[in-house]
């Protein structure tokens, strides 16, 4: 997607989750269902912009996967606080809630 910016995410899924990596500042990651899903930040800022279709819980892990913030958010566009190199791991239902 989006060549003329250099491909600036990838996305990749299975049947129950998906990976996206995003590689440039403000682009919005779309998170279109509640599969578990994982925003890797390869930026050099330390934010990503995600668009939820649905109300999400999401824990933000430094490169070390630490837990550095939890959050619920959604539906819409919001911008999240991950570190650099660092991800958020987005889930949707209520058992992955927990």
Do not use: Q, W
């Amino acid at each position: 997607r989006h060549p003329e910016a250099n491909y600036p995410s990838l996305a990749a899924e299975s049947e129950d989750a998906r990976i996206i990596g995003v590689y440039a500042e403000n682009t919005v990651a779309e998170v279109p269902d509640a599969k578990h899903t994982v925003v890797v930040n390869a930026t050099g800022c330390p934010g990503l912009v995600l668009e939820l279709a649905v109300l999400r819980r999401m824990t933000v892990r430094d490169t070390f996967g630490v837990k550095v913030a939890e959050r619920a958010a959604g539906p819409g566009i919001t911008r999240v606080e991950v570190p650099v190199s660092g991800y958020v791991e987005v889930r949707g239902n209520d058992r992955d809630m927990r």
